[in-house]
């Protein structure tokens, strides 16, 4: 091929799979190798009172919806809608598309956006739902706040927070920002009439 980018991508291909191999002999090995070591001291000294990692095996966590404080300043469990509007700066990281914005009228402003729990997870639980104590799916695990990142190796219960968006919240935005209506009335359990093409970003 003469396409630029496949020469250009050739050209990098020998180096970049050299590099990645020296990363996981050197660095990557050895780190999998020293974990797996120290789940078997904790397990000897635990017992079975250590819930396993979540990777490729199906975990249940439990939680409670609950803010927390970060450097004194007290952070509540709930964004809205309205709350998004109020910090966009037309700049990232605080820019909305512009579909957000033209469908700023249409939109509830109180609706609940993202939301924080108690909640222990681990990567890989992206796209996790949340379900409350009805069995209801209220919403999806998208992040960790940022003090959580340690919570692979000890979970801290006063500030390590999971991140989800509420699931009204993608309602709201599928039906009057993309234009989803009739997915909407589908997930909502409803026969629809609408027949609009979902719009993009």
């Known amino acids: 091929s003469k396409d630029p980018m496949i020469e250009l991508a050739r050209a990098f291909d020998a180096d970049a799979r050299a590099i990645r191999k020296k990363f996981e002999t050197e660095v990557d090995g050895p780190m999998k190798q020293q974990q797996e070591l120290l789940a078997r001291a ?14 490729f095996t199906l975990r249940l966590s439990y939680g409670a919806v609950q803010g927390y404080d970060d450097n004194g300043a007290r952070v509540g469990p709930f964004t809205t809608i309205a709350g998004a509007f109020a910090r966009h700066t037309g700049t990232d990281p605080f820019a909305l598309p512009k579909s957000w914005l033209t469908a700023k009228a249409r939109l509830a402003p109180d609706v609940q956006f993202n939301f924080v729990t108690s909640n222990d997870i681990i990567g890989g639980n992206s796209g996790s739902p949340v ?3 009805r069995g209801e799916v209220v919403g999806l695990v998208f992040d960790g706040n940022i003090e959580s990142l340690g919570g692979e190796y000890g979970f801290d219960a006063s500030v390590n927070r999971t991140v989800a968006v509420r699931s009204a919240a993608l309602l709201e935005a599928m039906g009057k920002v993309y234009g989803a209506k009739r997915l909407v009335d589908e997930l909502k359990g409803r026969p629809s009439t609408t027949r609009t093409a979902a719009s993009g970003r």
């Open 42 to 55: 904790r397990f000897a000294v635990y017992g079975d009172s250590l819930y396993p990692d979540a990777t």
């Open 131 to 133: 379900v409350n104590q």
